[in-house]
């Protein structure tokens, strides 16, 4: 009977090879060359797979029966579906991040600029369902939802009593305010996220008029972004409809017909079309609006609810 323990007896490779407990799989950032110096060299075999990496600590004697080692297809196989699968969470959690950050900016002009976070909710909502009406991808709506808030976080750098003052501005004070969406587009620009990029877009272009006679480039009809004619009609619109400092809520028959006497001057004629085709909703934006407003601080999910307003 060959003896296991000396080396130099006849039969011992086999032995040993049958000996041997099944292989052990290591999951590793990194390849662990201690580990595969430690075998003889003969036995030493690294298999890569990226992510992870694994190292397989022996192989068995050529020609001799499989002792069940997991093949390279299969391990190929299973961690491509683990890396999809991380990479997909990633993005998730990736996104969900983004939107908390842009949810907490929401927070900081609202508080600048009124004290409660509501219009800025419904400027969204209402945006969204703007951009519904016109047609545009859901997912470009929903976008806008997340974006459209943002509208005046360039008030941020405003001093309080001007935002608040209850007569006219004065010329220097205008001068001063007009050059919030050049400040929000600034804090917002210079992102490679498509929500804030199109967030900067629509701080810059939200006072621009269909006729040029806007703020800050005078750019006029086509010019002007889509987003930005979108979100003119809907602050315009919540604007004069809830009450401020310096004015008295409208109701809504009296804001829709500035809306029309405003249509190709002031506003996109398509836009104001589609305020009219989203009127049996203004009920439901402003319903959900003020749910969500109270909760904006401290729920765990911004939810598109503007689909069910």
């Known amino acids: 009977m060959a003896n296991i323990d000396n080396p130099s007896a006849p039969g011992h490779r086999c032995l040993r090879c049958r000996a041997r407990p099944k292989p052990i799989l290591h999951q590793n950032k990194r390849p662990r060359p201690d580990l595969m110096l430690a075998l003889p060299p003969h036995d ?46 990633a993005l998730t959690m990736a996104r969900a991040a983004q939107r908390e950050t842009l949810r907490r900016l929401v927070l900081v002009a609202a508080v600048k600029d009124g004290g409660t976070p509501e219009h ?4 969204g909502a209402l945006s969204a369902l703007l951009a519904e009406a016109l047609q545009q991808p ?52 210079d992102s490679d996220n498509p929500v804030q990029q199109l967030a900067a877009e629509i701080a810059l272009n939200h006072h621009e008029k269909w006729d040029g006679s806007g703020y800050p480039a005078h750019r006029s009809a086509h010019q002007i972004p889509l987003s930005g004619r979108i979100v003119a009609v ?21 804001a829709f017909r500035l809306l029309d006497t405003a249509r190709g001057a002031q506003f996109d004629p398509t836009v104001v079309d589609a305020m009219h085709r989203i009127r049996h909703r203004l009920a439901g934006v402003r319903d959900q609006a003020q749910i969500h407003a109270a909760t904006l601080s401290t729920t765990g999910r911004w939810q598109y609810w503007w689909r069910r307003a």
């Open 120 to 123: 800025c909710l419904r400027v």
């Open 138 to 189: 859901q997912t470009w709506c929903d976008m806008l939802f997340d974006a459209a808030p943002l509208h005046d976080l360039g008030k941020a750098t405003l001093p309080e009593a001007l935002l608040n003052k209850s007569g006219p501005l004065l010329p220097h004070e205008w001068a001063q305010v007009r050059t919030h969406p050049v400040v929000g587009a600034y804090v917002l620009g």
């Open 44 to 89: 030493r075999r690294l298999e890569v797979q990226r992510p992870p990496q694994t190292l397989l600590l022996w192989q068995e004697e050529p020609g001799t029966p499989s002792t069940g080692a997991v093949s390279g297809p299969h391990l190929d196989a299973a961690s491509d579906a683990r890396t999809g699968a991380a990479a997909k969470l």
């Open 234 to 254: 809907a602050d315009f619109f919540d604007s004069v409809t809830n009450a401020s400092c310096y004015r008295d809520a409208m109701d809504d028959d009296a």
